[in-house]
């Protein structure tokens, strides 16, 4: 079963502005993590926020993570082209399990 | 240092058959997983390797597939006999160690089309 629902599942935006995607999930967990799969290849981990942990930024990217709403969200400031892709959430549950959600598609328009 | 190697690439065959994909992990990754992705879906995990001894197969539909890691290292997934609904790209993924606020690291996937 898949744990975490991204919210848009499509974003279309243009090159220069911010992109907002959120994530909803609804067990407890230790940790959550966003990744990017970019057209016809593997995902790439972008940034893991602890359950204590409330924001944390890495570069062009902002993380939030509200559990007593049980939401996170990714911001990507500044888009470029090369952004575009798919952007999953997926939540630690437990010691060892990764749930991914189902993404959603991020389009830069020049 | 060296991605998570996958092959093959894609692969199409008709129902059925069986179909084998081979994974080679990081370097001195101890965990390594085999996830199915759907069009348009997320990751959904098969099966979870620590070393050579399975810690997570729950998802796996066994009387189909199976999957090894005899040596602690490379895996590979196979499917027999396969269904349409199999239909999926199958990422390996591999990390450090277990846990879930590991990073995991992925291939670039199998894409397999059953006809």
């Known amino acids: 079963s898949q744990q975490g629902e991204e919210d848009p599942q499509a974003l279309s935006i243009q090159e220069g502005e911010n992109a907002t995607m959120n994530c909803s999930y609804k067990?407890?967990?230790?940790?959550l993590q966003w990744y990017r799969q970019n057209s016809g290849r593997g995902l790439v981990h972008l940034i893991l926020i602890r359950s204590n942990e409330r924001e944390k930024h890495s570069g062009r990217l902002r993380v939030t993570l509200d559990t007593s709403k049980k939401s996170s969200s990714l911001l990507i400031t500044a888009s470029r082209a090369a952004d575009t892709a798919s952007y999953f959430c997926?939540?630690?549950?437990?010691?060892?399990?990764?749930?991914f959600g189902q993404g959603t598609r991020l389009t830069i328009n020049p | 240092e060296a991605g998570v190697a996958q092959s093959p690439r894609y692969k199409i065959i008709e129902k059925r058959q069986s179909v084998a994909f081979w994974c080679n992990p990081i370097s001195g990754h101890a965990t390594l997983y085999w996830y199915q992705q759907i069009l348009g879906q997320g990751p959904k995990l098969l099966i979870q390797?620590?070393?050579?001894?399975?810690?997570?197969d729950s998802q796996l539909p066994k009387d189909r597939f199976s999957a090894e890691r005899l040596k602690g290292v490379d895996s590979t997934l196979k499917i027999q006999p396969a269904k349409l609904e199999d239909s999926a790209v199958y990422l390996c993924?591999?990390?450090?160690?277990?846990?879930?606020?590991?990073?995991?690291?992925f291939g670039d996937g199998t894409r397999l089309s059953i006809l």
């Open positions: 993924a591999s990390s450090l160690s277990p846990g879930s606020n590991q990073p995991q690291h």
């Open positions: 390797f620590q070393n050579n001894g399975v810690v997570d």
């Open positions: 067990t407890s967990i230790n940790n």
């Open positions: 997926a939540t630690g549950q437990g010691a060892q399990k990764l749930v």
